[in-house]
């Protein structure tokens, strides 16, 4: 099991790519694991034949275990068992400990040596808490692990249902956001001009978001306003040398926050290309453990789900958060009259240990001023 972050200390296996008995060439995906902070895709580290697999999916193991055997050309079963000596071949045990003879699949059954059926950890937990059987249950995870969903429901009618570590992680580090003391100021903005400016762009050919404007915005507002960009560690202000935000990016598997480095010194094209790509990668699990580390400032923004205004919690290690409200026609004065005009609804969340009233009403104030008349800071 490979350490995908600095922090982490187990991985659970989502699904391999490759079976016991197949070829396997160094660096082709080999299988998905699931950390603390992200579904990444693992490569295999070397060239040769899978023949063991010892961790199913579903299954959690420690850093450092070794979960598969390669076999280098040459090398047999027999050979694996001994401590590897070489990059082409890596040894396997179990996640409880201890030497697993190093056979196929297909050995091992025609011996009739049988294997704990694959389920998930809340599978299994269910499972022994109504003490079923689990090889009775028929599981529709991959290479058929029993999914929670699978086991029949308890006599209530109740079932829990099965979540994976990107949405417990989620869950645990907005508990942990929550105890910094929250404030929020909220503006109204003429969002016309960020539209005119945003379709003269799609006229020459580029294609950004509302979102990405803001991203960009933000960041050079950040600059002349540290505190916003800071954070509250062990009693002491601390503030990052480079402004980097993080655009919210929700999926069935939880929301994560995947960060764009130096966001300040990327141009709108750069600011797209990274924003899309990052979108893809959230939602098909390909996030590595470095695109979600560095963030200073947080964008949310659910105006493309009809929402007009809304409150954000602050991500973990952040001093602040921008919810961003959808673009719509509503009722404004303008010189003694109540006309229909294009507005945004922004909503800036602050940790007041870092980031008092004034100053954050200063930096909300400069940056609606930059959403207002884009062209000054976008030329």
């Not at 480095?261 to 098909?284: N, Q």
């Not at 945004?344 to 940056?367: N, S």
Request: glycine share 10%; hydrophobic share 45%; net charge neutral.
């Amino acid at each position: 099991m490979p350490a995908l972050g600095m922090a982490q200390t187990t991985g659970i296996v989502v699904q391999w790519k490759k079976q016991a008995g197949d070829q396997v060439s160094k660096g082709e995906p080999l299988l998905e694991v699931e950390t603390d902070k992200a579904v990444v895709e693992v490569e295999a580290p070397a060239s040769g034949t899978l023949v063991s697999i010892s961790a199913e999916a579903g299954a959690e193991v420690p850093v450092g275990t070794a979960i598969a055997v390669i076999l280098g050309p040459g090398e047999s079963a027999g050979t694996a068992t001994s401590p590897p000596r070489s990059p082409a071949r890596s040894a396997a045990k179990p996640p409880g400990g201890g030497e697993q003879s190093h056979l196929s699949r297909a050995t091992q059954s025609a011996r009739g040596e049988t294997r704990l059926k694959a389920a998930s950890p809340l599978a299994r937990r269910l499972a022994a808490e109504a003490g079923m059987d689990l090889a009775a249950v028929a599981g529709t995870g991959p290479d058929g692990a029993v999914q929670a969903a699978d086991l029949p429901e308890t006599p209530s009618g109740e079932s829990e249902v099965e979540v994976g570590r990107t949405w417990r992680v989620m869950a645990e580090r907005i508990a942990t956001a929550w105890t910094a003391p929250h404030f929020y100021l909220t503006r109204e903005v003429m969002a016309e001009p960020l539209v005119v400016f945003r379709a003269g762009l799609a006229e020459k050919g580029e294609k950004v978001t509302v979102t990405d404007l803001l991203v960009k915005l933000s960041a050079l507002t950040l600059k002349r306003h540290p505190h916003v960009s800071s954070a509250w560690r062990q009693g002491r202000l601390v503030k990052s040398s480079r402004i980097s935000i993080g655009v919210a990016v929700a999926s069935e598997d939880g929301l994560t926050v995947p960060v764009l480095l130096d966001a300040d010194l990327k141009s709108l094209a750069e600011i797209a290309a990274w924003r899309e790509g990052a979108v893809e990668r959230a939602r098909s699990h390909r996030l590595n453990p470095a695109d979600l580390e560095g963030g200073v400032f947080t964008i949310t923004n659910l105006g493309m789900h009809g929402v007009d205004a809304f409150t954000a919690i602050l991500n973990s290690g952040q001093a602040s958060i921008l919810a961003v409200g959808r673009i719509a026609e509503r009722a404004v004065a303008r010189n003694g009259k109540v006309l229909a005009a294009q507005t945004m609804i922004l909503t800036l969340g602050c940790d007041h240990r870092a980031v008092d009233g004034a100053r954050g009403a200063l930096f909300l104030k400069d940056l609606v001023a930059a959403v207002e008349e884009p062209a000054k800071l976008l030329r």
